[in-house]
């Protein structure tokens, strides 16, 4: 069993930077791929950028290649989402979820955070 704790969300400008970070009050992060997805009010969740278990590959949405980074470190049992140049459009409530699988899909998403959200004003 895998608790999320999402932070560092918060009310910046278009072009500003945001760092997410993901802990856990309960399990470890080590052996799963981990994900952030985000949902915008009216829209379905999506998929924003994925990790693998062990920190070798990163895989993003393509409409935040170049601005956003995922990273992982397991032994502070955290994975973090550096975004840079944000746009409103990047508005929504940020998840953080753990996989078995290394995977974009929302399904395969084992377990899940309570949520940050990220307004970005124009």
């Known amino acids: 069993q895998v608790q999320l704790v999402e932070s560092g969300g918060g009310l910046v400008q278009a072009g500003d930077s945001l760092r997410l970070s993901c802990g856990t009050s309960e399990g470890t992060l080590s052996s799963y791929s981990m994900g952030w997805f985000r949902q915008a009010p009216g829209q379905e969740r999506e998929f924003v950028a994925g990790?693998?278990?062990?920190?070798?590959?990163?895989f993003y949405r393509d409409s935040v290649k170049g601005r956003f980074t995922i990273s992982r470190d397991d032994a502070k049992n955290a994975v973090y989402l550096q975004m840079d140049s944000l746009k409103a459009e990047d508005t929504a409530v940020y998840y953080c979820?753990?996989?078995?699988?290394?995977?974009?899909?929302?399904?395969?998403?084992?377990?899940w955070g309570q949520g940050t959200q990220v307004t970005v004003s124009s």
């Open positions: 979820a753990a996989s078995s699988l290394l995977s974009r899909k929302l399904e395969d998403y084992e377990y």
């Open positions: 990790i693998s278990w062990r920190g070798g590959r990163t």
